[in-house]
């Protein structure tokens, strides 16, 4: 008869998922660092080897530890422990218990997508860079930060490129669309919105777009409100999984849950906050483009616009002649 371990158990698979391994990316030894000070110590930052010692010595799982049914990880990539991690999505059921909840459900993105609730789309591709000599804006997995599309000025592609990558002559993109990096990124999970003037762009290929329909009981606001809760953001970590040296998430996107509020009037309640701030700041980019528009002491491109504020004058020009 094999030999048995005490903490052996019959049709379960023990994972540990913990944060460190006693190796840095080079295959160097990782040490801990004093939050005191800042600096190494001697002791090698091995958080796997807790959990180990946990299972082996007192037969238990830690906060980075659990058993998972032997015959259902199959589907579940059973190579990638970070998946099995269930810390986010309790902390989103917690969050959903909380009185300011009440009245509300869940759902996946995959189950709005699905309904007909969420619409969505992925990047037109990525043009080389020796096609990058015209004035169409090419957004990059780097140029989504902050809640904010960043126009680079260096990187643009000329009209007819730009409709190849659309497929037609419109990019297929609306004002307030909601945008993340899918794959290459650290910031997998961040999402930005598209902002007036920024719908002609063609996006990297890595990237997802998502916007609420028109049968949608919330707006892209809402939307955009429920993805930055913490414990919606969480959950990106765990379905993010590396690609040989990249960032990816596949199809896994649609597994992230958000709240579903019970009313349009809801939805409009609490993401009033954001709706005032992106509205309020086209507001304040439209007026500063409508003055230097008037004159031509200056070259700005900015993030919200399409054209820099020299082919906006050009254009201007052009239509008085």
């Known amino acids: 008869m094999p030999h048995k371990p005490a903490w052996f158990r019959e049709d379960k698979v023990f994972v540990s998922y913990a944060p460190t391994v006693g190796i840095n990316k080079d295959g160097e030894e990782l040490f801990v660092v004093d939050p005191e000070t800042g600096l190494r110590t001697s002791e090698i930052d091995d958080q796997i080897k807790a959990d180990v010692i946990a299972l082996v010595d007192n037969l238990e799982t830690t906060d980075t530890s659990r058993w998972i049914d032997a015959g259902s990880p199959g589907s579940q990539l059973l190579a990638v422990p970070n998946y099995f991690d269930e810390r986010s999505i309790r902390d989103f059921e917690v969050l959903m218990e ?12 995959g ?55 659309w497929k037609g002559k419109e990019s297929g993109l609306k004002a307030f669309d909601l945008i993340t990096p899918i794959r290459t990124s650290k910031n997998i999970g961040e999402f930005a919105l598209i902002m007036p003037g920024q719908e002609r762009v063609v996006l990297t290929k890595e990237v997802l777009v998502l916007r609420a329909s028109e049968n949608a009981p919330f707006d892209n606001f809402y939307l955009l409100w429920a993805m930055t809760l913490k414990a919606v953001r969480r959950q990106w970590n765990r379905i993010v999984f590396m690609q040989t040296n990249r960032e990816d998430v596949g199809k896994r996107y649609e597994e992230i849950r958000i709240p579903v509020p019970p009313s349009r009037e809801e939805a409009d309640a609490c993401s009033k906050a954001f709706r005032n701030y992106y509205l309020g700041t086209q507001k304040l980019r439209d007026d500063f483009l409508t003055y230097l528009a008037g004159e031509d002491k200056h070259y700005i491109f900015m993030a919200s616009a399409v054209a820099s504020v020299d082919e906006i004058v050009d254009d201007s020009d052009a239509a008085t002649d």
């Not at 909380?98 to 993105?109: A, C, V």
């Open 98 to 109: 909380s009185p300011e909840f009440e009245g509300y459900t869940s759902k996946t993105i």
């Open 111 to 165: 189950e709005l997508i699905n309904s007909g609730t969420l619409e969505s789309s992925h990047g037109h591709g990525s043009p080389s860079a020796d096609f990058r000599t015209g004035h169409v804006p090419y957004i990059k997995v780097s140029d989504i930060r902050a809640g904010q599309v960043n126009i680079n000025p260096t990187n643009r592609v000329p009209d007819v490129v730009a409709e190849r990558f």
